[in-house]
């Protein structure tokens, strides 16, 4: 029989369940990931944190359930959308005033980026109609556009532009 496991990274944790190919639930494990709020309204996570309790949570539903990994047929990630800045060797980069490393994710309820939202909205760009008219401080562009303004060295660091096709479509106002 194969099996199938589905990943759930949230807002405060790490789910990952294990269904057999009948989609009958067989175990599932749940690991916590932090969360960094240095000032108002930002919100920062770490990239490593939250794959270690991914492998945390895949290792724990394998062991639990006694499921040899040859018999596991696919695994399937969902994920909140966060901005996670990296580095080409995908070393972490920071996006705090703190400049700690580790907290290299803007997560998606992160609000630092009013004015450049503002800014974005005042302009009436075309592709906003792609949006409703007008972007949500909680999309990647302020985010970005904050970044850029504010660690001009995070900025110049990353030299990757590989983006999510799904947050490219969800998030970043790309026109259909």
């Known amino acids: 029989m194969k099996y199938y496991i589905g990943v759930d990274v949230g807002t405060g944790s790490v789910r990952s369940a294990l269904f057999d190919s009948h989609g009958n639930l067989v175990t599932i494990a749940t690991e916590e990931i932090k969360i960094w709020t240095p000032s108002a309204d930002y919100y920062e996570q770490s990239s490593s944190n939250i794959w270690n309790a991914v492998i945390h949570t895949i290792k724990k539903i394998l062991l639990d359930s006694e499921v040899r990994k040859e018999d596991i047929g696919g695994i399937g990630f969902d994920a909140t959308c966060s901005l996670v800045v990296i580095e ?19 997560m998606w309820m992160d609000h630092r980026a009013v004015d450049q939202t503002e800014r974005i909205n005042s302009t009436q760009h075309p592709v906003l109609k792609n949006t409703g008219g007008q972007i949500s401080v909680e999309m990647e562009p302020p985010k970005l556009m904050w970044i850029k303004e504010n660690l001009p060295d995070t900025w110049k660091t990353t030299g990757n532009q590989t983006r999510s096709l799904c947050c490219l479509t969800c998030k970043w106002t790309y026109p259909s």
């Open 88 to 106: 080409e060797n995908d070393s972490p980069v920071t996006v705090s005033p703190s400049g700690k490393a580790e907290c290299n994710i803007i």
